[in-house]
């Protein structure tokens, strides 16, 4: 074993390695970019070493600053983690010509499975079922068109050396194939340096379910079953669960006897997931294989109580596997939701800000060990940032990954759903709040699973729900009037002292703004003795409030409803949170007009902080509706913005390079008059 590994990587993945190695006894060295100077990984490990700027080019994809960390601290042993440099055969080699031991394959099989179209070849080799397309060497624009013709639409366009859902595209129609076909080798070329492209038949209502691997330099190999991975946006997985939910055994077995030899066929060593595609039928398809740990490896680990990244360690000691595939034994089934901060209902678009509030559901960040079963812990929060720290537009927007495990798929979904309510984010918008509708939504319930799930089931996702309105009103109320020198009903006067009035009661109008629906409304609190009143919507109701038991809580009855909640107070902006739904009220002064609404018919903003990529437009172009006029790139993800109307482009305020705050105006339309 090590007596120390460097950690090329950030974030939750970071200090989810750290926590291993502590538990080992195994020093740990972190690294980290300007942008991560504070970060919760570097406090987690035990050295750390500033590797360049902000921007990943800058810092986590600069392997001789990684390498000349490694040595200088003198870390025997590099793990990778998963993104940047998990995948890369040159950093691999590297460390080996350094004398550093990479955790992770070796350098060919990388290499092998590095290039899709390679891997597929490979597995046609080792007879593992391959979906039909193409994935030859000649890239011309042309042949590709007919050979997606030829294949029959739709069609899906993949960057050979891609992963994470970027550099995907869907072509519903050869009309469109020649745009989707430029949009991906720019991408793909964004992303990974290389714009190869291949072609395979997109099949509709498809399952992604993929099989964890292990194989050491013994002989030994085995699959540590199944994961299903279907829920996902913009082709990035949103749920995962372990098992995969309603697959026969003999399929089961199947997939991780396919996997394995998927693993063979490039002399496979270490972690690693073999990753299919599954038509309604129960066919499957090979699609890809990550040598690396996957962001939703706690989900196999809850399931069969082994710590993933020991076995990784061991493995890269050279040590034989830890168990053979008859000790492998499955125990229930875990579900891990990935909270994100991003806003589900503009498009997922990430959003970066300060965690000025973050509460997560009572839970462990990390229990499993050898012999010790993380089924003992029913929740389990894997996250790399805390309270305080700011999601930046340099790297992924995750906050964590919540995952939960239970005796049965049911009581996994019922414990998730109760987790989901329990988690408390102020500052970034989250999809918090659509995770909760996917869990408790009827096809995910039912198991009635397909990558299209959220497209398909898109209006009720997105469907208004109705909140506890009176309940929260009350609650922000409460703290509002605690906070302006207000006391409980039933206190010593002397404690609110600003609520006497001489032979009178006291009288206070309220002014609010809900932040849902940006709706301004007001309230009158009463007070005259003993009796408390708010009216709201012109009814009159008793109200009567106190402080609960920790932080930031109240308990308020309203009328005949009780309600107990917290509430995090942002300057005059009041989060509420009570009966599993988040509202928020901004706290209105009665005497100030409201804020102008923003921008006018001609502007254009930014939907979210990035980097312009194309100006498609000059002053002076005469547009249509809908015609494309700048493209940004985010979290290496394209974002197109359109005329919102027919008009002449006056002025172009940004160049190709630049980097744009969210809301920031990009252009100037000059809208055409009816």
């Not at 040595?71 to 940047?84: E, I, K, L, N």
């Not at 964004?190 to 190869?196: E, K, M």
């Amino acid at each position: 074993m090590f007596n120390k590994i460097l950690i090329a990587n950030r974030g939750e993945i970071a200090c989810r390695v750290a926590a291993t190695c502590k538990r080992l006894g195994i020093a740990s060295v972190a690294v980290y970019s300007d942008a991560d100077a504070d970060a919760k990984h570097v406090a987690a490990c035990d050295e750390a070493v500033h590797i360049g700027g902000s921007s990943a080019k800058e810092s986590y994809l600069r392997v001789e600053r990684i390498i000349e960390a490694a040595r200088a601290t003198g870390a025997q042993a590099v793990h990778p983690g998963y993104g940047f440099l998990s995948e890369n055969e040159d950093f691999a080699q590297q460390c080996e010509a350094a004398g550093i031991v990479f955790i992770g394959p070796p350098v060919a099989a990388i290499a092998a499975m590095g290039s899709k179209a390679a891997a597929k070849a490979l597995m046609h080799a080792a007879a593992v079922p391959l979906v039909p397309g193409y994935h030859g060497e000649d890239q011309n624009p042309t042949l590709l068109h007919r050979e997606a013709d030829a294949i029959g639409y739709p069609v899906l366009l993949k960057a050979s050396a891609g992963g994470g859902g970027k550099g995907m595209r869907v072509v519903e129609r050869s009309e469109d194939f020649e745009a989707a076909l430029a949009s991906c080798k720019r991408e793909a070329a964004s992303s990974f340096g290389n714009d190869r492209v291949l072609i395979e038949k997109y099949l509709t209502r498809p399952r992604h379910v993929e099989v964890q691997v292990f194989a050491d330099r013994h002989g030994g190999a085995v699959y540590l079953f199944d994961r299903d991975c279907s829920v996902q946006r913009r082709h990035q997985k949103v749920l995962e669960e372990a098992p995969a939910p309603g697959l026969s055994a003999e399929i089961k077995r199947e997939m991780g006897e396919a996997a394995v030899a998927a693993a063979r066929a490039v002399n496979y060593v270490g972690a690693g997931t073999v990753e299919f595609i599954m038509a309604p039928s129960g066919d499957f398809y090979f699609m890809e294989m990550n040598t690396r740990l996957q962001v939703e490896h706690p989900v196999t680990e809850m399931v069969t109580g082994q710590d993933l990244v020991e076995w990784q360690l061991r493995v890269a000691g050279d040590e034989p596997l830890p168990l053979t595939q008859e000790q492998l034994k499955l125990d229930g089934h875990a579900i891990e939701a990935r909270i994100y901060a991003e806003h589900p209902a503009r498009g997922f678009l990430p959003s970066t800000g300060t965690l000025k509030h973050l509460r997560m559901p009572e839970g462990v960040e990390f229990v499993i060990g050898m012999g010790e079963p993380g089924r003992k812990a029913p929740v389990r929060i894997d996250s790399g940032v805390r309270e305080g720290d700011t999601i930046t537009p340099f790297y992924d927007p995750m906050i964590a990954k919540l995952i939960v495990h239970g005796a049965t798929r049911e009581e996994a979904l019922a414990r998730m759903s109760r987790a989901l309510h329990a988690c408390e984010v102020v500052g970034p918008h989250t999809n918090v709040e659509f995770l909760q509708r996917i869990v408790t939504s009827e096809p995910f319930a039912t198991g009635d699973l397909d990558t299209g799930l959220i497209e398909r089931h898109h209006d009720a996702l997105f469907a208004p729900v109705k909140k506890p309105f009176k309940e929260a009103l009350a609650l922000a109320c409460a703290a509002l009037l605690t906070r302006e020198g207000g006391a409980a009903h039933g206190a010593s006067p002397w404690d609110a002292l600003s609520h006497w009035r001489l032979n009178s009661g006291y009288t206070q109008t309220l002014g609010w703004r809900n932040l849902d629906d940006e709706s301004a409304f007001t309230v009158t609190f009463a007070r005259d003795g003993d009796t408390q009143t708010l009216e709201h919507d012109g009814v009159s109701e008793g109200f009567s409030w106190s402080g609960g038991a920790g932080e930031h809580e109240f308990r308020a009855t309203i009328g005949d409803a009780r309600a107990t909640g917290r509430v995090f107070v942002d300057g005059d902006t009041f989060h509420v949170f009570c009966l599993g739904e988040t509202l928020s009220f901004e706290w209105q002064n009665l005497l100030a007009h409201a804020a102008d609404a923003e921008g006018g018919e001609g502007r254009l903003t930014a939907p979210m902080p990035g980097k312009v990529i194309a100006v498609l437009v000059e002053p002076g172009t005469v547009v249509e509706k809908g015609t494309p006029l700048i493209v940004m790139e985010a979290m290496k993800m394209e974002h197109t913005i359109g005329a919102p109307a027919a008009g002449t482009v006056s002025e172009v305020l940004y160049a190709v390079g630049d980097q744009v705050a969210d809301g920031a105006q990009l252009l100037v339309l000059d809208v055409q008059s009816a």
